[in-house]
């Protein structure tokens, strides 16, 4: 195992172009994907549906951007089954 081992790097130490593999490119996915996946989060769009409507709204932090805000459709009207 340990002759396997010392053979691979010197096969790695001969290829230039597999060692910049090896170093440059999980150095830069992580730079690349550090700008990608940007968790902060400054609002969230809302559609609030109750027959509480308003009194929910009111309840919600300002993170919340409510963009609309109404009753349940067909919440007034008695179910028949």
């Known amino acids: 195992m340990k002759a396997m081992i010392i053979k691979e790097f010197r096969e790695m130490r001969r ?7 090896l170093v440059v490119l999980p150095v830069l996915l992580l730079v690349m994907f550090g700008y990608a996946a940007n968790f902060s989060v400054s609002s969230l769009r809302t559609v609030v549906v109750s027959s509480q409507a308003a009194a929910a709204q009111a309840k919600l932090p300002p993170l919340f951007d409510v963009v609309s805000c109404g009753r349940t459709p067909g919440a007034s009207r008695p179910r028949t089954s």
């Open 15 to 21: 290829d230039r172009r597999t060692v910049a593999m």
